[in-house]
């Protein structure tokens, strides 16, 4: 941590100082009031994340430029998600942003921005424009990483000289979460562990309640917590306990967004780790079918509900996402959204369920989605 500090305070990036117990680092700026004011940079900044400060943020805590403290990483950012994990890949080459085509763009790619943006590495990437269309110059086209660089710019590429693509072909990723719950067999439950400085760690049971697990599970993407598990029950971790006495409202997006006591200042033991069971609620629906058992298939990822693409999708799909709602089959599915487009995101594509899976999103599927709305896929059970 005072490496952290003496970091921040040469690339003059501390706004105040890190006590013993601390929350998000906070980016200030001063009002058309003449008052100075601080805004938090997670949650709040579709830029920023733990390794990215505002340099120029705006009153309704957004930011127009984020830096990157990592000396020598070259400037990256997501542009357009919903989230600060997922959006537009946009480089900075000779201070101008530009966009990334999509030609050869893959889950390599996808990793190596997202770790250097501080995440363990990319979830999907997302092709054609999906994230919106950039614009300004096309800076990197046919890039090529074998996966373990820390830059982009450190991948083999076209610069824009030689690029022929359109921002039609700008390309996206959505990054892994920096949370995950490890060791409890299912995803919803297990030992909670949290992605800080380049490498997991636990946290810490002291304080620990459903305010915090709550944070947590939305952060997961569930709808909320069924209970927090205390005293290593999902077994002890390793490496450092990143968090101690979390101490969330409830309200937040982010379980770094609440207060603690960091790694090297806690008082715990790997004995201490704590675990949460987060609640399923429903993950999957119908919408816009005539009877409960017909619509379009709609499921809840990520803290929001999105469609499913009609991409290779068939009875037996059909058949797990019935039996998940408790009916007994399939009768039909039908595609090109003819229960009405959806919006927000398309959590899923290209699916190829084998028909004994009892979660649609134990399926195999694609890891980048090229669809539209138009593709809304919809299913009648019986």
Request: charged share 20%.
């Amino acid at each position: 941590m005072n490496v952290l500090v003496a970091l921040f305070s040469v690339l003059g990036l501390v706004r105040g100082s890190l006590a013993f117990r601390f929350g998000p680092p906070t980016c200030g700026f001063t009002d058309s009031d003449g008052v100075a004011r601080t805004c938090n940079p997670y949650g709040s900044s579709p830029c920023c994340n733990q390794y990215r400060f505002c340099d120029i943020p705006r009153p309704d805590c957004t930011c127009s430029v984020c830096i990157d403290y990592r000396i020598g990483n070259p400037p990256v950012r997501l542009v357009g998600g919903q989230d600060g994990r997922s959006g537009r890949v946009e480089v900075n080459i000779n201070n101008g942003w530009g966009t990334v085509c999509d030609d050869f763009w893959d889950i390599k790619e996808g990793n190596v921005v997202c770790r250097q943006l501080g995440f363990p590495g990319a979830e999907s990437v997302e092709l054609s424009g999906f994230h919106g269309h950039g614009t300004g110059p096309i800076l990197m086209d046919d890039i090529g990483c074998a996966g373990n660089e820390g830059s982009l710019l450190d991948c083999t590429h076209l610069d824009s000289s030689a690029q022929n693509c359109q921002h039609s072909e700008d390309a996206g990723v959505t990054c892994t979460p920096g949370i995950r719950l490890a060791n409890g067999g299912v995803s919803h439950r297990g030992r909670l562990e949290i992605y800080i400085d380049n490498q997991w760690g636990t946290v810490c049971d002291d304080q620990f309640d459903m305010s915090d697990a709550n944070v947590v599970c939305r952060q997961l993407g569930f709808p909320g917590a069924d209970s927090v598990q205390s005293e290593a029950s999902y077994g002890q971790g390793s490496g450092l306990i990143h968090m101690d006495d979390v101490s969330c409202s409830g309200s937040e997006t982010n379980i770094l967004d609440c207060t603690y006591v960091g790694a090297l200042q806690e008082n715990c033991e790997h004995r201490e780790d704590v675990g949460v069971i987060c609640s399923l609620g429903s993950e999957v629906r119908l919408v816009g079918g005539s009877t409960e058992k017909k619509g379009r298939v709609e499921v809840f990822k990520d803290g929001s509900w999105g469609t499913v693409c009609d991409d290779l999708f068939d009875i037996t799909d059909g058949n797990v996402v019935c039996r998940q709602l408790g009916y007994t089959r399939a009768e039909t599915t039908l595609s090109r959204a003819y229960f009405g487009q959806g919006d927000g995101p398309i959590h899923l594509d290209n699916l190829e369920c084998t028909g004994t899976e009892t979660n649609i999103f134990d399926c195999p599927g694609a890891s980048a989605i090229d669809c539209g709305h138009s593709e809304d896929v919809g299913v009648s059970c019986v």
